[in-house]
């Protein structure tokens, strides 16, 4: 909601700045060899601002592209964006491993601060661009200069506020035997995310400047309609999916095919890092084909195929890992499964790039044009949580035991993505054609 009052300029110029300090928060107590972990998590509150970048980036890029070509747009905005993900994955583990940015001491086996440094040069880099290469809209931040900077760090300020409830109420919940194990565990990993954002919109309805305030009762006519609530929905089908997937590939690679089924590690495991990054990276590729051919086909029939697809993948994963389960050599299930999962990651790649141009056609027929940036930022905002939801609930599924259900949990949620989307987007006489 920044972009309006603010301007996309000044928006993605500060953010950039408070990236760096998560980087050099996290690398100075990571470079300590008794690192504090409530450091640490204070360190990723502050990186969530991230999220909020994504989502603001979506909403400003929005205005610069003819609805002709906003699903190609878009789809390049935030496929590139999330090669970030897949980079990650290939070059953090190789830094760690020698003095990259200078001989500081080993801590452990590695230099496990050099994964925060790594961004900060890039961050750098985007501060500079951002202030001197980005452009606003006419219509967006006309305030003086000086006001528009107070406007960011009070709205940020209440983000901040927001996210610092939600990890209070991780610390007092976490040693509540009724959140600690099977339902409970899952339904702290939910009513976290719902304090977060409760307490956010809350707190910038209430407390956002006047100025701002005007701009965001204008903005607030998305919350009336019906489309931006499904669309939010079919959003987090895939971003959601995307991003949670990202961060739990991993660890999924390494807890499923490490393990030989008495509990000795196994010797002939493939290797996480030289596999996971292969998610993400078909993932992001797969964005701007996604809204290239959303353009082309529209955007409802591509999503309502990809789904389909996407379904059936994630009913492959689940067999295969029950098939993994009690086996002996689980490496040798390995290559379906890795086939299964990057068929996932592809779809909801191609889905990411369908949705928003769905997002864009449908408030184009609604004849709601200035809706369609706040709606790509709220709804890209709401399924940035899946980077919490999906790597918690996963790795509680892999420790009770239950990760293939969880996957058939998953296949149940594609499927109502499926009768949705069909039901008003995608069938004959269906109330938006997009």
């Not at 983000?159 to 409830?165: K, T, V």
Request: neutral net charge.
């Amino acid at each position: 909601f920044m972009i309006v009052p603010i301007g996309g300029r000044l928006t993605i110029f500060f953010t950039a700045i408070l990236l760096l300090l998560p980087c050099i928060m996290g690398a100075a107590e990571l470079a300590k060899p008794d690192a504090s972990l409530t450091t640490l998590i204070v360190a990723a509150m502050f990186s969530g601002v991230g999220g909020g970048a994504f989502a603001s980036s979506m909403n400003n890029i929005s205005f610069f592209f003819p609805q002709a070509k906003q699903g190609l747009g878009l789809g390049l905005n935030a496929g590139i964006g999330n090669l970030g993900v897949s980079l990650s994955q290939v070059f953090l583990p190789v830094v760690m491993t020698y003095a990259a940015f200078g001989d500081y001491p080993i801590i452990g086996t590695g230099r496990t601060y050099n994964g925060l440094i790594f961004w900060v040069p890039w961050l750098l880099f985007c501060i500079v661009g951002a202030w001197f290469w980005l452009s606003d809209m006419p219509q967006h931040g006309n305030s003086p200069f000086a006001m528009r900077c107070w406007y960011f760090c009070s709205m940020e300020g209440m983000a901040y506020i927001a996210s610092g409830l939600a990890v209070a109420v991780f610390f007092g919940s976490k040693g509540d035997a009724n959140l600690s194990s099977g339902g409970g565990a899952i339904a702290r990993v939910f009513i976290l995310v719902l304090v977060a954002a409760f307490a956010m919109h809350v707190l910038m309805w209430f407390g956002a400047p006047s100025a701002v305030k005007e701009k965001l009762v204008v903005q607030a006519a998305i919350f009336k309609n019906k489309h931006t609530y499904i669309m939010t929905w079919l959003y987090i089908m895939c971003f959601g999916s995307f991003i949670g997937f990202a961060g739990a590939f991993p660890k999924l690679i390494f807890d499923l095919f490490g393990y030989l089924p008495n509990g000795d590690i196994n010797p002939n495991a493939p290797s996480p890092t030289s596999y996971a990054f292969l998610g993400p990276l078909v993932g992001s590729l797969a964005r701007p084909v996604g809204g290239w051919l959303s353009d082309k086909f529209g955007g409802a029939l591509v999503t309502q195929i990809d789904i389909a697809v996407m379904i059936a993948a994630t009913v492959g994963v689940a067999v295969i890992s029950m098939t993994v389960e009690g086996s002996e050599t689980p490496e040798e299930h390995f290559p379906l499964f890795l086939f299964f999962f990057l068929v996932l990651f592809l779809t909801t790649g191609v889905a990411n790039g369908s949705t928003f141009k769905q997002i864009a056609k449908i408030f184009h027929e609604l004849n709601e044009p200035t809706l369609i940036g706040p709606v790509l930022g709220w709804s890209s905002a709401i399924a940035s949580f899946g980077a919490y939801v999906i790597p918690a609930v996963l790795g509680l599924a892999i420790l009770n035991g239950s990760f293939a259900t969880n996957m058939f949990g998953f296949v149940g949620y594609y499927c109502v993505c499926f009768v949705v989307n069909g039901w008003f987007y995608a069938r004959p006489g269906a109330e938006v054609k997009c």
